[in-house]
């Protein structure tokens, strides 16, 4: 059974930055698919980024492009979130998920690309 844990979120005011880390285990990490998503209190959970198993491709959302960077590590079966001049409107719980299928050429960018999730970790940016 693949078990994803975030760790990385916490409390920063606008403009400043945060490194989410997702550490796999139980799966094929490095043939995988990973992405990250949240949810804020009231809304549906959305995409945020996703990178292909061989890290040569990568998505974001429009509304975090330029200011996220989605990377792996697969020799540390880790993928991270760093995030850049953040804003009180991304606050939420970001999600790890991963794609069970492996090898997969396309990168999905919705929830229903992905099988295996975290349980999340909190960011909260003050104004």
């Known amino acids: 059974q693949v078990q994803l844990v975030e760790s990385g979120g916490g409390l920063v005011q606008a403009g400043g930055s945060l490194r989410l880390s997702c550490v796999a285990s139980g799966g094929t990490f490095s043939r995988n698919t990973m992405g990250w998503f949240r949810q804020a209190p009231g809304k549906e959970r959305e995409f945020v980024a996703a990178?292909?198993?061989?890290?040569?491709?990568?998505r974001y959302a429009d509304s975090v492009k330029g200011r996220f960077t989605i990377s792996r590590d697969n020799a540390k079966n880790t993928v991270y979130l760093q995030m850049n001049s953040l804003k009180p409107e991304d606050t939420a719980v970001y999600y790890c998920a991963a794609d069970r299928n492996v090898l997969r050429a396309v990168v999905s960018q919705t929830l229903y690309g992905y099988d295996y999730w975290g349980q999340g970790t909190q960011v909260t940016v003050s104004s």
């Open positions: 990178i292909k198993w061989s890290g040569s491709s990568t």
